[in-house]
């Protein structure tokens, strides 16, 4: 996309405006959060986390990946996710006061907050590169350092951003200022580089060892540490003119180190290690965690201190580091394949190495039951009532419980090969399938029979959407449909050759099957004709589920994507998820009330159908859109639009209100930038999309 640069007075007045918005709507995006998908498990989040910050005992910051941003303000006993939702991740925070912070990451991303870290908004920084690093020495001043040797500094607390490259191309992966004049980055390839005029000038001070470095700390303006690979933390006492490597007793990558004074620090990295010293790092003692990839650590003062890392971690202490706490809530940390309610508060997940998870409030807590099979690899549940459930695996068992999954007692299945889907019609009779075909039991599992065994392809998923027609479907476009309760089943033509994963039926007829490269089929006449949907995307879908014959939902590899349709499959719209990490399986216990399962134990809800309270509701269908800009907002009497059209092409405007309501519809745009007036708009807050080529989408304010 062409950058469009616009003079420093409209810059500064959209970003002042900017924060206006988000100030206003601090309490819609609070709500926000809660309304579209939010995390169940684990708490308070389950993304990497990648840096933190504190600002006192009680108040601070952890960021991390899909732009995750939590914060505390009870020193760490409850966490709230108040910024989350893209492919970027974020690296570093800092806050240089109480109310203003910044955070990078990925792509040039820089956000800033101006109330504490209630709310957010991205800053323009003129860079893709990601940055890795943040420090700010006031409100105002700060830098930023990143990919390339890349080095941002502003002074105007983000407005602009001038940007210099240093004589590296490594990655800088660290910053720090011990003065406002006198700084530090550390280098990937094992420099560090100083400052002595505010960032104006950087001069590299190559120490002996040329090890690559993540983390920089200056105590004040001469003496300061290093750390990075191979468990090396290096120290100078003469403003980083010399280096000594000190003994840290360990080989493991250190990625942060931190000082609360001159004699007191820890060092954090890779397998649980913590190092901490009482001597200015004379001496390094070894600390013990459980678990955990530490990125990230910060002191607030001799006695408390944090550490997050790559597994979603948290760990605080209170006594100096002798004794650590973890912060993170999670019942599991495996790979879950399937999730159930067989009632509205009752529901069950199962996953890899035997895992059984079950809530009796609605995925408010979740309890790891004991299934007794953990070798095992579970791939599908099916529950015929709230206590009575049945689990198929890779090793081709069949498993039941008839006490809520408090005992899980094995079924004969006549396989040992993976079986991938079960599901049952009545109390009695179920349908499991996968490698060897399709088995039935006419006696609540007793005994299965093998009913369909010629089968060349491997079979993914089973559904009947009565006691008598059921459907099938598998590995090359295979698709059975059986009319007699599973005796005979016929093969039908899918139109491709596309993995099928996953089906669902709203009626006897009415269905849908997904897999493969972006496949969507429907039929509407039993599986006479299946008719490719358009999906807009090449990702493998895992899973679909209807609330309705109109309202359905499908889900990728990856929790990034997931599709709402509300016209039975007609568009297919994206919707915003806290996490990128993989999915597996969705189901919905009422309309609105949804989970997704997948990787790390990843559990997501939403109690509104996933939209989010400023989710676009647009009914058009695009997988991606640009943001669109616009100045001033919020707007009294008119706005100017602005977004990338330098061939001319026709454009149409759309503005909705938060009802769904669209108020103005504007053709033939042809411009680049369009002059919006309020007219009969009322006060409020407005979505605005341009569809033309490409899909431009925002949200405005009329005061």
Not at 10 to 38: E, H, P
Not at 371 to 376: P, V
Not at 642 to 671: A, H, V, W
Request: hydrophobic content about 35%; overall charge negative.
């Amino acid at each position: 996309m062409k950058i469009i640069k616009h003079n420093p007075m409209k810059r500064n007045i959209f970003y002042l405006a900017s924060l206006v918005l988000i100030l206003k709507f601090a309490t819609l995006s609070a709500f926000a959060q809660q309304s579209g998908w939010f995390w169940s498990e684990p708490l308070p989040q389950g993304n990497e986390l990648y840096g933190v910050d504190f600002i006192n005992s009680n108040t601070g910051f952890a960021v991390g990946g899909s732009r995750t941003i939590i914060k505390t303000t009870d020193g760490g006993s409850t966490w709230k996710v108040v910024n989350c939702g893209s492919s970027e991740s974020l690296n570093a925070v800092h806050f240089p006061n109480a109310s203003t912070g910044y955070a990078v990451g990925g792509n040039g991303l820089i956000l800033k907050t101006v109330n504490g870290g209630n709310t957010w908004v991205a800053l323009t920084s003129g860079t893709t590169s990601i940055l890795y690093s943040v420090f700010f020495t006031d409100a105002d001043t700060g830098h930023a350092v990143g990919t390339s040797g890349i080095v941002l500094k502003t002074t105007d607390g983000g407005i602009t951003w001038s940007s210099q490259k240093l004589s590296t191309t490594g990655r800088l992966t660290s910053v720090h200022f011990p003065t406002p004049t006198i700084g530090y980055i550390a280098c990937h390839d094992g420099q560090i580089f100083k400052t002595t005029d505010g960032g104006l000038t950087w001069h590299s001070k190559n120490p002996s060892y040329t090890s690559e470095r993540y983390s920089v700390f200056f105590v004040d303006a001469n003496i300061g540490y290093s750390a990075g690979d191979l468990g090396w933390i290096f120290k100078t006492t003469d403003g980083g003119e010399n280096w000594s490597l000190q003994s840290s007793g360990t080989d493991v990558i250190l990625r942060s180190i931190t000082f609360t004074n001159s004699d007191v620090g820890l060092a954090v990295g890779y397998y649980k290690t913590i190092l901490k010293t009482d001597d200015g790092g004379a001496n390094w003692v070894e600390q013990t965690i459980p678990q955990g990839t530490l990125t990230s650590v910060c002191m607030v003062d001799q006695d408390n201190a944090f550490m997050v890392g790559r597994d979603a971690e948290i760990f605080k202490t209170t006594d100096g580091g002798t004794n650590w706490i973890s912060l993170l809530h999670q019942s599991t940390s495996v790979m879950l394949k399937d999730i159930v309610f067989p009632s509205l508060n009752t529901g069950y997940v199962i996953g890899f190495d035997g895992t059984v998870l079950k809530t009796t409030d609605q995925g408010v807590t979740w309890e790891n039951l004991p299934s007794g099979f953990t070798y095992e690899q579970f791939f599908a549940t099916f529950f015929t009532s709230e206590n009575t459930g049945y689990i198929v695996t890779q090793n081709g068992s069949i498993l039941k419980t008839t006490d809520g999954g408090e005992t899980w007692i094995a079924q004969t299945s006549g396989t040992a090969e993976p079986l991938s889907s079960v599901f049952f019609t009545d109390p009695n009779n179920g349908y499991v399938v996968g490698y060897d075909g399709i088995f039935k039991t006419l006696n609540a599992g007793t005994t299965w029979t093998n009913v369909k065994n010629d089968i060349t392809n491997s079979l993914k998923s089973v559904y009947f959407p009565s006691a008598s027609t059921g459907y099938s479907v598998g590995d090359n476009g295979a698709i059975y449909k059986t009319i007699d309760a599973g005796l005979n089943w016929n093969e039908q033509v899918s139109g491709t050759e596309e993995y099928l994963v996953a089906l669902f039926f709203t009626d006897t007829i009415t269905g849908y099957a997904v897999g493969g490269n972006g496949t969507i089929l429907k039929t509407i006449d039993g599986g006479t004709n299946w008719i490719p949907q358009n999906s807009e995307s090449a990702v493998y879908f895992n899973d679909v589920f209807f609330t309705d014959a109109s309202t359905g939902y499908i889900i990728g590899s990856n929790f990034a994507t997931i599709l709402k349709t509300t016209d039975g499959g007609v568009n297919w719209i994206m919707q915003e998820c806290c996490t990128t990490a993989g999915s597996s399986s969705i189901f919905f216990s009422n309309a609105l009330t949804g989970y997704i399962v997948g990787s790390n134990g990843i559990i997501i809800k939403t109690t509104s159908g996933g939209l989010s309270a400023i989710e676009n509701p647009f009914p058009s269908n695009p997988l991606s859109y640009t943001n669109l800009q616009n100045y001033p907002n919020p707007f009294n009497e008119s706005t100017t639009l602005i977004f990338d059209n330098p061939e001319g092409y026709q454009y149409k405007l759309y503005i909705m209100d938060l009802s769904g309501k669209i108020c103005r519809i504007i053709d033939d745009i042809t411009t680049s930038e369009y002059f919006l007036e309020k007219g009969d708009l009322k006060e409020g807050f407005y979505f605005v999309e341009l569809k033309g080529p490409n899909i431009y989408r925002g949200k405005i304010i009329i005061e």
